[in-house]
């Protein structure tokens, strides 16, 4: 797989003879391997002269804003993009007024008042993450791009989780009425030989990429340079030739931008194999990248205690463990019950080949599989929580923890590249790509 590189062209009118090139390159790109396609674009961003400090304006991505949250940033700035990314429902929204119209008429104002401003000339946005964790500080880098969409069976772009549908249909009908890229996918990228590590250090370090936004949001800082100089992009490609793109956060973005490119060509709004429809804002991050975190997602189960129960009888070994040695032993799977923690290893005799073989020793599918179907099956509610404290403050009465070791960014790797999926709500990337930093508008 080869990574190219380019500057994306604009929407508009196309020469005849451009739109046959585009087909025939198309036609023969089936006959030899397909490549990943990233390229700049033009970002809309916030002019804090008129929005105010970016800090108050960027928010988390819709699926971590819950309703107090949502209060909150509402309250922080009238210009903070949760009114884009997740607005609130309001008392009599129909299916003509509702929060997507209203996110609809909110960037247009925000726009024509110069809130928010397009960047002239298509660009790369490199990004460093600076955050806490665990008493350490670190820091994730990446950078922005317009990745082109691919089906998944085509191996450019690979997903390793499940989705469900309800946040799809979500997002779809945000994406139809603003046509904004508002929040980014989150994908992974093989780095062996640190090329493309080196290349951003030193394009952030000495230019030529422009510094144009920094915002601290309790211990996280936020730094973002534009890179738009073209002869650097033929570096960047050649730095990501042979790559796959593994999606890390995001496949819900992604799946409704496939389906979103779909409902434009079946309507005769495409013209042009580069209009901006067919890619997708991404966050690219190296798989190996000193601050890339993955969390685990622990399960509470609530209604549902005699059915776990008998799992637990049924195909683990129990043991009890103290919980100040989770984080000493990092054990895959440990029962919390009323401040009582038991760790679970499935008995040697428990039958595991319905499971797939890239992923049935992991912890998460084996607790998914034994424990957490049964629980399901019985009429209980299942409640995802990555917070590891907030998961065991839940597990009282008739809820019940499910604390599960989380998952490697080359276990995820693994799985991707033998085309599994693991089941939803496995991995939790931490921290979160906000919303706001850097949106992508079609057809600019």
Not at 137 to 153: D, E, I, T, V
Not at 360 to 377: M, T
Not at 388 to 416: F, H, N, Q, Y
Request: charged content about 25%; proline content about 6%.
């Amino acid at each position: 797989m080869v990574a190219r590189i380019r500057p994306q062209r604009l929407s508009g009118s196309t020469p005849a003879h451009s739109i046959q090139g585009h087909l025939l390159a198309a036609a023969s790109c089936r006959n030899m391997s397909v490549v990943a396609e990233i390229v700049p674009f033009h970002g809309l961003r916030y002019d804090e002269a008129k929005a105010g400090p970016l800090a108050d304006l960027i928010c988390p991505p819709y699926d971590v804003i819950g309703d107090g949250l949502r209060n909150e940033l509402y309250a922080k700035n009238e210009h903070n993009f949760v009114r884009i990314e997740h607005g609130k429902p309001q008392t009599g929204d129909d299916p003509v007024d509702d929060k997507y119209s209203r996110a609809k008429v909110t960037l247009d104002a925000w726009t024509e008042k110069g809130v928010l401003r397009y960047d002239t000339t298509p660009a790369f946005y490199l990004y460093d993450h600076y955050f806490e964790l665990g008493g350490e500080r670190l820091r994730r880098r990446g950078f922005l791009g317009a990745l082109r969409l691919y089906q998944m069976g085509r191996g450019v772009v690979r997903p390793h989780e499940q989705t469900t549908p309800k946040d799809k249909t979500d997002r779809l009908r945000l994406l139809r009425l603003t046509r904004l890229n508002a929040s980014p996918i989150f994908g992974l990228y093989e780095d062996p030989k640190a090329h493309v590590a080196g290349m951003l250090e030193e394009w952030m370090a000495r230019g030529p990429a422009r510094f144009v936004a920094e915002a601290r949001v309790g211990d996280e800082r936020h730094l973002l340079w534009a890179l738009d100089d073209r002869a650097l992009t033929a570096k960047l490609q050649g730095a990501l030739k042979e790559a796959r793109i593994y999606l890390a956060d995001g496949h819900h973005r992604y799946e409704v931008a496939l389906e979103y490119l779909k409902e434009e060509n079946e309507a005769k709004r495409i013209d042009f194999a580069e209009d901006t429809p067919n890619y997708v804002m991404a966050y690219l991050c190296a798989l190996d990248d000193p601050g890339l975190r993955i969390l685990p997602t622990h399960r509470v189960v609530r209604g549902a205690s005699a059915a776990i129960d008998e799992a637990v009888a049924r195909s683990f070994e129990g043991s009890p463990i103290d919980k100040g040695g989770l984080a000493d032993t990092q054990p895959g799977i440990v029962l919390v019950r009323d401040g009582v923690f038991t760790r679970l290893e499935p008995r040697a005799d428990v039958d595991l080949s319905h499971l797939a073989e890239a992923w049935r020793s992991l912890p998460i599918a084996q607790a998914e599989a034994l424990l957490i179907d049964p629980a399901r099956s019985a009429g209980g509610t299942v409640a995802y929580e990555h917070d590891t404290d907030r998961a065991i403050a839940a597990a009282a009465g008739e809820a019940s923890a499910v604390l599960v070791r989380g998952v490697g960014p080359m276990t995820l790797k693994t799985v991707a590249d033998a085309w599994e999926r693991l089941p939803a709500k496995t991995t939790y990337f931490y921290p979160k790509v906000p919303a706001g930093l850097v949106a992508r508008p079609l057809g600019v």
